[in-house]
């Protein structure tokens, strides 16, 4: 139900947007979480059907998320990318209150690779 796009490869200091279209019905919350080879997955970024936002403190001030209703679909807009924010990332839902945890999120979108390197 969750299909993300928008990955690739940049180089450090440049910029993606992540998108991920749902279908059916709103959920309540959206997010994006990633996951670097060898590491847990974690939060990005996730957001309210009434666009309250939560971020991860090491992408605060450089990514943003957003979503349109009308399109069912989130964006996140990723910029000043650095190495370390390599990583498969994932778009997820909820429907029901905000938790930061991954694994209290029942749909998933495919990963979409982000690779920062020069």
Not at 29 to 47: D, H, N, S, T, Y
Request: charged share 15%; net charge positive; with cysteine.
């Amino acid at each position: 139900q969750l299909q993300a796009s928008g990955g690739g490869l940049v180089q450090p200091g440049g910029s993606l947007r992540l998108s991920c279209a749902a279908s059916g019905s709103i959920f309540s919350i959206m997010g994006w979480f990633r996951q670097a080879p060898g590491k847990q997955r974690e939060l990005v970024a996730g957001i309210t059907s009434a666009g309250s936002t939560n971020y991860a403190d090491s992408v605060k001030g450089r990514f943003t998320i957003s979503r349109d209703n009308a399109k069912n679909t989130v964006y996140l807009q990723m910029n000043s990318l650095k190495p370390e924010d390599t990583a498969v990332y994932y778009c997820a839902a909820r429907r029901s209150a905000w938790t930061h945890d991954w694994s209290r999120y029942d749909y998933w979108g495919q990963g979409t690779l982000v690779t920062v390197s020069s």
